[in-house]
């Protein structure tokens, strides 16, 4: 016996449940993924993590996605320096530190808030807090940008895989190698 199925979706869980159920009988068979397409789209900023506040009141809205860590320091600088109206003491220096994966800020005119509600700085790894202008100010830990660390297939009639000591289900697995949107 030889069957083929296909599932298509946009929802990051894609489940099937045959009915009446696919009767196997006796004997061994074999379960073989052909082919999967997928595409890095996994968003990282969402409106639980997409709001950078900075001085008493101000704040710049990230848009939902799937980000580089550069794309979210462009995006930030460039709607920095539009409500700087040409005054560069009003600006923020935001560097990112490929060798120690960690994030730096500096800003003579704004507090910056990471305290706040929804902050960005959960993906910078920056604790909960306010950071006083006129300082620089270095995350503690290496920047979080990533959200999806694997991917996995599972099908329950497949067994003979294990995650951590424990029997599973897992048909395929793999890490996104590609950058966001690809």
Same mark, same amino acid.
């Given at each position: 016996?030889?069957?083929? %199925?296909?599932? &298509?979706?946009? !929802? ?21 993924? #052909? $082919?999967l397409?997928?595409?890095?789209? #996994?968003?990282?900023?969402? !409106?639980?993590?997409?709001? @950078?506040? $900075? ?7 990230? *848009?939902?996605? +799937? ?7 462009? $995006? ?12 560069? @003491? ?6 990112? &530190? ?5 994030? +730096?800020?500096?800003? *003579?005119y704004?507090? #910056? ?12 790894? %920056?604790?909960?807090?306010? @950071? *006083?202008?006129?300082?620089?100010? !270095?995350?503690?830990?290496?920047? &979080? ?8 297939? !599972?099908?329950?009639? #497949?067994?003979?895989? %294990? ?8 048909? $395929?697995?793999f890490?996104? +190698? ?5």
């Amino acid at each position: 016996m030889s069957l083929t %199925f296909s599932l &298509n979706g946009t !929802e990051s869980t894609l489940s099937v449940n045959f009915l009446p159920p696919i009767e196997l009988g006796e004997g061994e068979f074999e379960c073989a993924l #052909i $082919y999967l397409k997928t595409f890095n789209s #996994i968003p990282n900023v969402d !409106e639980s993590n997409n709001l @950078f506040h $900075y001085g008493a009141d101000n704040v710049i809205t990230i *848009p939902e996605g +799937s980000y580089e860590l550069d794309d979210i320091i462009q $995006y930030l600088e460039r709607e920095l320096l539009r409500e700087a109206k040409d005054d560069p @003491f009003k600006l923020i220096d935001i560097e990112a &530190n490929t060798n120690t994966m960690k994030c +730096s800020f500096h800003s *003579p005119y704004y507090d #910056i808030h990471f305290e706040r509600e929804n902050s960005i700085g959960r993906i910078f790894r %920056f604790p909960q807090k306010l @950071f *006083p202008k006129n300082q620089l100010h !270095e995350s503690d830990q290496a920047i &979080n940008i990533l959200i999806t660390n694997s991917i996995r297939v !599972e099908c329950n009639i #497949i067994q003979g895989s %294990f995650i951590n000591n424990e029997s599973s289900h897992v048909l $395929y697995e793999f890490s996104p +190698s590609v950058p966001p949107g690809y």
